[in-house]
């Protein structure tokens, strides 16, 4: 297999197929095109139609979209497991999973993903205190709930560890503030090794995203 991803500091979207393959050590070859540069463009161009990261290809089969290519992933190469084991977990995983992929635009638009920076500081205004107030009480109500079958979300690693572990990220960028139990959940996964790894090579990169570098 083989991922385009754009930058590792900055691509949320990115992130969540490739910490699905890497915690399950799935070999894959990662191609990363850097983002908001002349040439990106006509490089996604090379891979999909779609214009966008994340695209994954497997032989001659090309997947774009980041929740699409984590159910492929789980459906082909891990007999499902990218999914909670019992039917309720799984039915609310998927539901957590699709409010995130549709949802939580202020959160994306005031809070960009940007793994290097710490201690930012961003104006709130009413809609962004809601949408960090819900991402609260998704992380502590299931974490309650299935915390006797794991540390992750739904007690097991799934694909919704993978859709929320940018906004930890963006939670940590920013010093917002959650639960106790959110919190306990969001440090977890930051110190999760796929996604110090992650962080680690974001650090490295060259490019500055001048729209992604928010806060004082």
Partial sequence: MELVIGNKNYS?????????????????????????????YTALAQHTDAGK???????DLVIWDSLAICE???????????????????????????????????????????CRAIGRKVPFNATLEREIARIDRIWSQYRETYSSAG??????????????APVASRFKTYGIKVSAVSSEYMQ??????????????AHGEPETIGVSEVGI
């Avoid at 979207?13 to 540069?37: G, M, T």
């Avoid at 990261?53 to 032989?59: G, I």
């Fill in 72 to 114: 492929y992933i789980s459906e082909q190469y891990l007999d499902g497991r990218g999914w909670p084991s019992s039917v309720r977990a799984r039915a609310e995983a998927r539901s957590c999973c699709a409010e995130m992929h549709s949802g939580f635009t202020e959160i994306r638009g005031q809070l960009p993903m940007n």
């Fill in 53 to 59: 990261v994340p695209v994954l290809k497997d032989k």
């Fill in 151 to 164: 540390p992750w979300l739904f007690g097991e690693f799934s694909i919704a560890d993978c859709m929320f």
């Fill in 12 to 40: 949320s979207w990115s992130l969540r197929p490739w910490l699905l393959l890497s915690v399950h050590e799935l070999p894959f070859k990662e191609v990363r095109i850097p983002l908001n540069q002349d040439d990106t």
């Fill in 188 to 201: 977890f996964v930051l110190d999760h090794e796929q996604m110090r790894e992650w962080v680690s090579h």
